[in-house]
């Protein structure tokens, strides 16, 4: 449990004019510079030393390449902390291209985009907004804190590849050793906290492992009016494959029975490109698909079934000549599942903090992926906590500001919280 040592509130009109600011800038996934370069230009503007901040290069190991990694923010404890472990507060920079063109227009407590066109982008400006608020009021008020370090990742809407390749180092002082196991920790964070979703008292403590599929369907081209029976169509394929999967059940909502009860996950079809012209038997078709379960060993059972209803459908679509397509099958593994005990440190000092924002916390499991999944990975007991996010990804999202408000409380909550 925790205490606060003081009365001290954020600055509420700051922290508005900062998420309505950020949600503004352009910084779809790889292209997330625009966005570093505010927060640094506020965080010198308020008086931190510039050895306080650093970058990684997280994103040459991206797939997706990119602008720039991830931004790291470090303080050193103050008198009163010394010897509490380091805390995390992170929140991904990026946004779907969705929100591309958001002006972020405010109607009382709602804040929507003025272009009906883009998403808004709350998602997760509003958490970048809580970590600087956070900050910049730590700054000016000159509050007492344990170690913090403030992680603002690049690329999460991709698969977490920002907080996949940190550099884990960084968080913690230079010289401190590294989170791998079996490797002395030092003085990195000892738990986190990451602010992206909806209602901030909402802590969530699991959520889903997933992989990624990349099916590719070579198949063989002929004119489609003058001899489709020489041709083998890779649509044709995809589509059986396609069915098999949903009715054997291995599409949307999978459930198997298992020695210790019901297994569940979920799979998708996400994308499906292929093909020119109607007049020509299509010959290559490219799928991008994904399997999410919490249990790690049902989760490979998905893509298994994926691989097994792709060959076959191949084996089966064939020409008058007898030849059959061949199917490439690749798969990564995205992001790995977590679960954090509701009676562990790092659960109970989110609680407490929710508690002091004048609301009772309550406790999820998630079926989607979160920088938390990489950051427990890293050796980082984290919770998530929302910032007033609703309607992501679509052009309906939009930000309740009492909730973003809450937000930025309880961040502050965390970073200068005194142990009981």
């Not at 589509?239 to 059940?249: F, N």
Request: aromatic share 4%; proline share 4%.
């Amino acid at each position: 449990m925790v205490k606060r040592k003081t009365s001290v509130k954020h600055d509420a009109k700051r922290a508005e004019d900062l998420v309505m600011k950020m949600m503004a800038i352009e910084g779809p996934p790889g292209k997330e510079s625009r966005v570093v370069e505010f927060i640094i230009g506020e965080l010198m503007a308020a008086g931190l030393k510039k050895s306080a901040i650093s970058r990684d290069s997280a994103q040459k190991k991206s797939y997706l390449g990119g602008e720039c990694g991830n931004l790291i923010v470090k303080l050193p404890a103050s008198k009163t902390f010394k010897g509490v472990g380091r805390r995390l507060l992170s929140a991904h920079m990026d946004t779907v291209p969705l929100c591309v063109g958001s002006r972020p227009k405010k109607t009382g407590n709602l804040v929507k985009s003025a272009d009906k066109r883009t998403a808004l982008g709350g998602d997760n400006r509003s958490g970048c907004a809580v970590l600087l608020s956070t900050l910049l009021t730590i700054l000016d008020k000159e509050l007492e804190h344990p170690p913090l370090t403030f992680l603002f990742t690049a690329q999460e809407e991709v698969g977490l590849k920002g907080a996949q390749h940190v550099t884990v180092s960084k968080l913690g002082p230079a010289g401190t050793g590294s989170a791998k196991k079996g490797k002395k920790r030092g003085n990195l964070p000892v738990m986190g906290f990451n602010f992206d979703g909806a209602r901030p008292e909402e802590l969530v403590v699991g959520a889903t492992g997933a992989y990624r599929m990349a099916i590719e369907i070579q198949g063989l081209a002929s004119h489609a009016g003058g001899h489709p029976e020489d041709g083998i169509s890779a649509i044709s394929v995809a589509s059986l494959a396609i069915a098999d999967l949903h009715i054997e059940g291995w599409h949307g909502l999978v459930e198997r029975g298992g020695p210790g009860g019901v297994l569940r996950g979920t799979s998708n079809v996400g994308v499906i490109e292929g093909g020119h012209a109607t007049n020509v038997v299509t010959d290559h078709v490219r799928i991008r698909a994904e399997a999410r379960s919490h249990d790690r060993k049902f989760r490979k059972t998905i893509v298994e079934a994926y691989k097994k209803a792709f060959l076959k459908a191949a084996r089966e679509v064939k020409n008058d000549a007898g030849r059959t397509a061949k199917v490439k099958f690749e798969v990564r593994h995205d992001y790995e599942s977590y679960r954090i005990d509701t009676e562990d440190e790092v659960v109970q000092i989110a609680a407490a903090a929710a508690r002091a924002a004048g609301k009772e916390p309550t406790f999820r499991v998630v079926n989607g992926g979160l920088d938390s999944n990489m950051l427990n990975q890293h050796g980082i007991p984290t919770v998530s906590l929302g910032a007033g996010q609703r309607g992501i990804h679509t052009v309906k999202e939009h930000l309740k500001l009492n909730e973003f408000q809450r937000a930025c409380a309880i961040g502050l909550n965390l970073a200068t919280a005194n142990p009981a």
